[in-house]
C-alpha cells in the first residue's frame, strides 16, 4: 500500500491508508441511509482487498489477459489460466487461485481506483436468527427459506429490494447470484459458499460430477412445484437451459457453460432442433460436456430455472422485456404477492434532495385550464414539504372552467413524477416544476382539470388490459417580435440552410432545453412555410405525452422570446401560408406487444383497424376539443395539407388518418397518424377524445369505410352543433369538461375573432 501511496502522489493524489480490522463485511455492508449512495459508514473512497474466488472465478477462467477491460495482457498469468480451465475440481482450482491472487498482490496487476458500494438487498423487516440482517455481496448462501417477514405499520409482510425495483426487474434472471432477491423468488439446482464451492443439493435430490468433469447428473426433488402450483419437470429444466443460450446479454458464465454441452454449437447456429448433450429420464437430467468448464458447478449453483408456460412464445430478443418481470413466478422460499413500481425519482426524498442539491429556490405549480393553456403559480422551497404532503389551495376562481363552476377556492396536489428543474432559469435560486391534480377543497375533482380527464380515461382503458402511447408531430410559426411577420426566416420543407438561420438556431435551443429536461426528441425540421418548424417527441404513455406537450409549447415560446423573437402555435396565424396541426401518432400495447402490429400486406391488425375506423367515424363529434378555435377551421381548407378531403383508401382516408409504412423486421413501430388536431388544442382532452373513439371502433368492431366523404365541421359553431348530436363527447371527457366547453366556445362566438395565437 506503501507502493500505492507512492504511484499517486505522482499524479497529485494524496493517500491515506488504514488497514480494515474488525468486522469487515459488517463495515462494507451496513445498510445505508441513502439508498442513492450506498452507506453512510463507510468512510473511506477505497477499499482494496485481496481478488477473492468470485473474481477469480468468474472472469480469469474464461478470458485470457488482454481480453478483457479489467487486465493488460500477461503471459504468466495466461498460463496459470490456460491450468485453472483444465479441472473443474474445487480444491485443485483454489490451489491455482492462490497463485494468481499471490502474482496479481504482488506485481500490482489490477489497481482499483474506487470502491463501487453495491447493495443486493435490505430491508428493515427482514429478521433472520433474531436480528436485522445486512447482506455481504459474497455471501452465496443465506438459508433463506429460514428468514421471516415481519409485517409494516400496516400489518402487511413487506420485503424490498434497493437495487429497485427498476433494476431488478431489468436484470431478473441474468445474474441472480449477485441479485439476492432472486434468490428469494427463484430457487436453483445446488447451492454454494461465500467461496463458491458446491455444498448441497437445492432443488436437486442429489447431484454428481464425473472425475474428467464432462458429465453432470441431475435428480429432482419430488413434488417440485412453481409459485403458481404447477410442476417442476427435468424437461422444463433442459428447455431453461436451451432458452439461455438464446437470450442475448445473458451472463457470460451461464452461457459459456450451456456452450460447452455436445450438440449446443449445432443448436445455436439452427442446424439441430435440440442440444443432443442433455437426456431427460424421469427426474434425472444428465449433461455431456465436449470440453471443461471450470465453473460447470458454480453455474448451476446461480441459475435458476423459469417457469416454462409463462415464457415460452416469448421472443428471445425480447426476454427481457416481458411482463412476466413485473410479477414473477418463481420456485423458492418467497412468492410475490404485490410489486409497487416505484422509481425512487417520484419520492418527497429524492425531490427535497434535488432541491438542495441544485439550489431550488422557487417550484412552479402547473396545471392548465379547460383550454390546454398552462396556468401556475410559485411557492418558496421552504413550502416544498408541505406542498407535496397536503398540496397548496389558491384562487381558482378566475381560471378559465373553474370560474363557470363556482370552485374559487382549489385544493392543486404536485404529481411528483413529474419534478424537473427548468433549464433555462438561472443556475442560481433555480426554479423547478411540477405538474398538478386539482380538486374542490371539500375534495372533489375540478371540473376544469383536463388533466385528470385524461386519466380517468386511461384507468378504463388498462382496466382492459391496454396502454396508450403517443407520439406527436408538435408545428408552429417563429416570428419576430411585432407577432406580424413570419419572416424569422425564408425556408420551406426540409431546407437545411436559409439566408437567415435564426429559426434554425431558435429550433435547436428549444431542442436541447426540452431533452435536458428528459423530454426526448425524435427530429426536428423545418416545415413547408416560411417561419414554420416542426419538433417530433419521441413515443411515450399518453398522459407523459399530454405534458410534455404542454411543457413544449412553453420551451418553444419562452426561447423565442430570449432570443429576440416571438412564437404562436395559433392553427392558422396568415391567410396565405399554411396551418400548423399536431399529428398524433397511436398505438395501444398490451404487455409488450403492439395490438396495431400485423404482418399481413395491410400492415395493421384488427384491433388497429377498429381504433382506425373509431377515429374516421367520431372525427366530427370530437371536433370540438381538437379543434376549439374560431381559427382552427381556417386551417381546414382545400391544398393546405388538411385533413378534409373527400375519398380515400383503406390505408389512408385523404390527410384524416394514415398508417405509416412500417418494415417486417420493425413492427413494433407499427401505428396510426391522426392528424385532425390543430398545434392549439387541448392535448388532455384531444388525446381523450381520440382514445373514445379508437375504443369505440374496437369495442363495436367497426370497419373502414372504402369510401369516405368528409363531414369535418366547417366552422366553430358547427362543432357545438355537431358534438351535440348524441352522447359521443359527454362521455369521453365528462359532462363537466364538455359543458364548459361548450359555454366558452358560445362565448368566443360573440366576438369578431377568438384571440388564438396558442
Known sequence: MTAIQAYLSDVGVKMNFRQLTGDVGAQLWTAPKDPQNGPSVVKWDLAYGAHGPLALQEYFSRYKTGEMSISPADAKLDGMIDVLTSTADIDAQKKIFFEMEDYIQNELFTLPLYYQQAFIYESNKLNRNGRIYGNPQYNYDWDIAKWTVEPDASGKMVMNTNTGPTEFFDHPWFNPGLFITNKVLHDRLITCDGGLAPTRP????????????????????????WHDGSAITAEEIQWNIELALKVPNIMPIFKTTFSYLEGAKAFMDGSASNISGIAVSGNKITLSFAQVDPNVLLTFSQWAPLPRKYLEDVDPAKFQQHPFWQNPIGSGPYKVKEVKMNDYSDTKEFILKQASEHDVKFIRLWFTDILGRLKGFAINVEDLEDCIEKGVIFDGGAIEGIARGGESDTLAIPDLTTWQILPWRPNENSVARLFCNLKSFDNRESIIDSRKVLQNKLEE?????????????????FLDSDKKNADMDDAGYFDQTSDDNKGSDLRRECVLSLEEMGIPIRSSHHEVSSGQHEIGLKHTDALTMADSIVTARLVVKQTATKLGGFATFMPRPFQNLNGSGLHFHLSLYKGDKNTFASKGKDRISKTGKGFLAGLV?????????????????KRLLPDLEAPIAGMGNELQISNLVRIPHIYENNLDNSRIEFRLPDSGCNPYLALAAILHAGMLGINNNLEIPQNWTSNIPNTLSEAIKESQKGNFLHDAIGIDAYNSIVVNKENCLLYTSDAADE
Open 617 to 633: 367515424k367520431y372525427s366530427s363529434k370530437m371536433a370540438l376539443v381538437t379543434n376549439q378555435w374560431l381559427n382552427s377551421y
Open 461 to 477: 382503458v388498462n382496466k382492459a388490459g391496454y396502454k396508450f402511447y403517443v407520439g406527436p408531430e408538435i408545428e408552429y410559426y
Open 202 to 225: 437445492k432443488m436437486a435430490k442429489y447431484y454428481n460430477l464425473s472425475k474428467d468433469a464432462k458429465t453432470l447428473i441431475f435428480e429432482l426433488r419430488d413434488g417440485l412445484q
